[in-house]
Nanobody
């Protein structure tokens, strides 16, 4: 059974930094691309960043240069380092992976950026 468990969210002031983590189980982690998505109130869930099994990364334009996605295959963990946070980054952040045709999601972690 695939499980994704996020942690590390919280309240931070504008301009601050935060790192969220996601521990995966039930998959051969090193073989899977991992993604971070976010959903703000009243908005659709959007892709923030993705990292492939080989370590290639891709980012939404809105976070390029501020956020960094990374992975530690020994710990089955994917990270999202968020710097220079803005109030518009406020959202629930979700970890995602796919196995076959199925998408898997964590429970989400709240990130709130105060102005």
């Amino acid at each position: 059974q695939v499980q994704l468990v996020e942690s590390g969210g919280g309240l931070v002031q504008s301009g601050g930094s935060l790192r969220v983590s996601c521990v995966a189980s039930g998959i051969i982690f090193r073989l899977h691309a991992m993604g971070w998505y976010r959903q703000a109130p009243g908005k659709q869930r959007e892709l923030v960043a993705v990292i492939t099994s080989g370590g290639s990364t891709n980012y939404a334009d809105s976070v390029k240069g501020r956020f960094t996605i990374s992975r530690d295959n020994a710990k089955n963990t994917v990270y999202l380092q968020m710097n220079s946070l803005k109030p518009e980054d406020t959202a629930v952040y979700y970890c995602n992976t796919r196995r076959g045709l199925a998408d898997y999601w964590g429970q989400g972690t709240q990130v709130t950026v105060s102005s």
